[in-house]
Antibody
Framework: EGQLVQSGGGLVQPGGSLRLSCAAS????????MVWVRQAPGKGLVWVSR????????NYADFVKGRFTISRDNARNTLYLQMNSLRGDDTAMYYC??????????????WGQGTLVTVSS | QSVLTQPPSTSGTPGQRVTISCSGR????????VSWYQQVPGTAPKVFIY???YRPSGVPDRFSGSKSGTSASLVISGLQAADEADYYC???????????FGGGTKLTVL
């Protein structure tokens, strides 16, 4: 079913930038849409963004539009999330996952282990 | 405030049957399939139900899902201590043009 290994989190000041990475193995990465989901401390799961298999189509949650950019490198089997203009309420565990299904009937499997992003001065 | 509404918590004793509900709208559950995720605190979520009622391999058949109209349910039969976790429903929302999750339900096994 595959594996996703995340990296790139950490502490950043408000207004700063960070790039998250998600390395895929064990499945045909270039054939699948991928997503980012986040979870603020003690809170629930929130969808952030998704990207098509070829990287040409993207969707974003309203609260990250214009600040975050999702991308992928199919040659490296890696998904990215570039986060700019970070705010305190972006503090969360960020998860990447593989999008399964089609025609708006989706599920997500597997999930990365998560990477913590803390925005604080 | 989550787009999909779940009870914040529920509980049961070993062997009991518990149901977790997930309420939405026509633009989300009414039109698209629901998936359910189990998250043990400190770990990543794991899919337990997809396309409303299908179980991935490895998920016990004690777990079942259903959908009717704009609501969905996750039923756990023969409750075990290992089932104690947070459970989330999710689906696509056509009006928001994005994925939406429920607020999560904390299941406690007494």
């Amino acid at each position: 079913e595959g594996q996703l290994v995340q990296s790139g989190g950490g502490l950043v000041q408000p207004g700063g930038s960070l790039r998250l990475s998600c390395a895929a193995s064990g499945f045909a990465f270039s054939s699948d849409w991928m997503v980012w989901v986040r979870q603020a401390p003690g809170k629930g799961l929130v969808w952030v963004s998704r990207i098509s298999d070829d990287g040409r189509r993207t969707n974003y949650a309203d609260f990250v539009k214009g600040r975050f950019t999702i991308s992928r490198d199919n040659a490296r089997n890696t998904l990215y999330l570039q986060m700019n203009s970070l705010r305190g309420d972006d503090t969360a565990m960020y998860y990447c996952s593989r999008e399964r299904g089609s025609n708006w009937n989706y599920w997500f499997d597997p999930w990365g282990q998560g990477t913590l992003v803390t925005v604080s001065s | 405030q989550s787009v999909l509404t779940q009870p914040p918590s529920t509980s049961g004793t070993p062997g009991q049957r518990v149901t977790i509900s997930c309420s939405g709208r026509r633009s989300n559950i009414g039109r698209n399939a629901v998936s359910w995720y189990q998250q043990v605190p400190g770990t990543a979520p794991k899919v337990f139900i997809y396309n409303n009622y299908y179980r991935p391999s490895g998920v016990p058949d004690r777990f079942s899902g259903s959908k009717s109209g704009t609501s969905a349910s996750l039923v756990i039969s023969g409750l075990q201590a290992a089932d104690e976790a947070d459970y989330y429903c999710a689906t696509w929302d056509d009006d928001l043009d994005g994925l939406v999750f429920g607020g999560g339900t904390k299941l406690t096994v007494l």
